[in-house]
């Protein structure tokens, strides 16, 4: 599916949207005359300045950025921002071994067959702070002749540090999408080998929304596969001509047509004030006269830039600011039929596909410069309140309780309009697309839905019979759900759920059994999605089990990465005890 499609199919909806959402109005998407941007630019590597430019004056703004996971999003591995083990640990998989050590400042990962080395990588930055770190790496040592691209390119490492678990993992315990089916093929060889190297050079992957850069650099892709990279949609006023003359004038031909990143034109190693604000230099230089643009802006982009003015408090603007990144993962096979992500980080997209779009804002929610609470935290203030701030209607307790048929002091707006379905690192986060549980796509599909991941205990036909009901849905249940859920589809949903065939079902219905009261009482279930064959699931349940235990379990009751014959013994006694 190309971008052009993608954004069209996006704008229709938002369209549909905007016209039955009351309470806020949206505005309109003009574009400023050719003149008012004539002869002002913010999207060349000449017109930004760094973070620390903007901190002079943005004091406070600058210090909560310095605390925020954009800032170490990816970094130079130095002591401040490495989190992983490199004391000299040895990590044993699959019959080999890495080691991650350091040693005169530079930290290194080596790989052993036995005894004899294989391969050696000297670490060069870091992705990630919060739950889980990537570390991009060049190797040193290795049986590939010199010259080989290994030897130069900088390559994310397939093994991880997660932060949470305080443990050294494969990639493919820690990634459900680059990783499917199961660990071991028939010949008991690894499906996913984490010491053979991932030959895609980080400037052809993370580096494109880990890092700040010049907006022209995002612009020349907007008519490309990765057009989502400039947030802003192509149309009205900006045609493959326009990228044309932008790249003709810079001379960045190579960078036309190249998957790959300069990544000598960083403004700085991971996000910063200038990925959301452009290039600052002019109202750095002229701060009383020359207020910070917040679209993207430059004489040849000046019949297509959107107008300037209030376009802080617009949500077409914000949120395609915001869209620049948080697309990834658009078009995953493991998306939800709704079209909810299936994994964290296409926030924007779902937004722009849900209920609310081109009305609400992403900043309604979320404050830019402060770090948010973390994944799976109690709802906050500000985020009800977006709701709120359209339908004033449902501000009192009797409205909200009349319209939700539940007590607001268990189950808020967000419970309903964005269920835990999203697959975080370390929890489940909420779908960014608002939606109403009584949507056909939804129930009828027989994807986890926000009734059930509460009540767990009940059946399909229990939330079907309630939707229509309450709110006068009308949903039906087809019958192909009935191999899943019984024949008067009577089977309990979150049981339903632990037995599915498709294992992102499986594991939301572990992470929504963590979070419920029931979540003992089905230990000894649960406990089985130890043994599947794919990495990822096991870790899902383990970390489902180990919440509800509220407490780790060691290696020797359950060793993750360990061989499966010793797992299923591991596997067994967990059932047997949890059953008693």
């Known amino acids: 599916m190309t971008y052009i499609t993608i954004y069209c199919a996006a704008l229709a909806t938002a369209a549909a949207a905007l016209s039955s959402c009351a ?37 406070n703004n600058y210090k909560s950025w310095r605390r925020h996971p954009h800032s170490s999003m990816n970094m130079l591995a130095d002591r401040n921002s490495v989190l992983g083990d490199f004391s000299g640990v040895s990590v044993e998989y699959a019959g080999r071994r890495a080691v991650f050590r350091k040693e005169d400042g530079n930290y290194f990962a080596d790989y052993y067959d036995g005894e004899a080395k294989e391969r050696t990588f000297r670490v060069i930055r870091t992705v990630g702070s919060r739950y889980e770190q990537d570390y991009v790496a060049v190797q040193v040592e ?66 494109r929304c880990h890092n700040t850069y010049p907006y022209d650099l995002r612009f020349y892709k907007i008519f490309s596969e990765f057009g989502r990279l400039s947030g802003f949609p192509p149309f009205p006023g900006a045609t493959p001509q326009t990228v044309q003359k932008m790249v003709n004038e810079a001379g960045d031909e190579q960078w036309l047509n190249t998957v790959r990143f300069p990544m000598d034109r960083f403004v ?37 830039t959107p107008p300037h003015e209030g376009a802080r408090e617009r949500a077409e603007v914000v949120n395609a600011l915001c869209l620049q990144c948080h697309h990834s993962g658009e078009t995953a096979q493991d998306n939800w039929p709704d079209g909810s992500a299936g994994v964290n980080s296409m926030e924007s997209t779902e937004m722009e596909s849900g209920a609310c779009a081109s009305v609400i804002k992403c900043t309604d929610c979320h404050d830019t410069h402060v770090s948010g609470p973390p994944a799976g935290a109690p709802d906050r203030k500000e985020h009800l309140q977006a709701c709120i701030d359209c339908h004033q209607e449902k501000t009192s307790r009797d409205a909200a309780e009349a319209h939700s048929l539940h007590d607001i002091d268990t189950a808020s707006c967000l419970d309903c309009h964005m269920p835990r379905i999203v697959q975080g690192f370390e929890t489940y986060n909420r779908s960014h697309r608002i939606s109403t549980p009584t949507e056909r796509r939804i129930v009828a599909t027989g ?26 849905a009308q949903v039906s249940l087809p019958t192909g759900l009935r191999t899943h859920f019984g024949d008067d589809y009577s089977i309990p949903a979150g049981e339903a759920w632990l037995a599915h065939p498709q294992a992102s079902v499986r594991t939301v219905a572990v992470g929504a059994y ?28 383990l970390q489902g089990i180990e919440a509800i235990l509220d407490r780790r379990l060691g290696d020797g009751v359950y060793d993750l990465t360990g061989g499966v014959a010793e797992r299923g013994v591991q596997v067994g006694e967990l059932v047997e005890r949890f059953s008693k």
């Not at 959301?276 to 009383?288: L, M, S, T």
């Open 23 to 59: 309470g806020r109005t949206g505005s309109q998407n003009t574009y400023a005359n050719a003149e008012e941007n004539s002869h002002y630019s913010n999207v060349r590597p000449e017109d930004y300045v760094g973070p620390q430019v903007c901190g002079k004056c943005h004091a």
């Open 447 to 472: 994807m986890p839905n926000a009734c059930n991941l509460c009540h767990l205990d009940e059946s399909l036909a229990w939330t079907r019979d309630a939707l229509n009901e309450g709110w006068g």
């Open 268 to 304: 700085t190693v991971g996000i910063s004030c200038e990925s959301c604000h452009f290039g600052g230099r002019i109202h750095a230089e002229n701060a009383r006269t020359q207020p910070p643009r917040f679209v993207p802006t430059h004489p040849l982009l000046a019949n297509w």
């Open 142 to 207: 290795g049986p590939e002749a010199p010259g080989h691209p290994l030897y130069v390119e900088e390559t994310r490492l397939r093994f991880a540090w997660s932060i949470v678990a305080k443990r050294w993992l494969p990639q493919s315990y820690l990634e459900p999408t680059e990783y499917p089916g199961s660990e071991y093929l028939d010949d008991r060889s690894l499906r996913y080998d984490p010491f053979v190297p991932d030959e895609l050079p980080f400037n052809e992957r993370c580096s």
């Open 514 to 541: 963590a979070r419920s009261e029931l979540g003992e009482s089905m230990l000894p279930v649960i406990a089985q999605g130890l043994g599947d064959e794919n990495a990822y699931v096991r870790m899902r349940h």
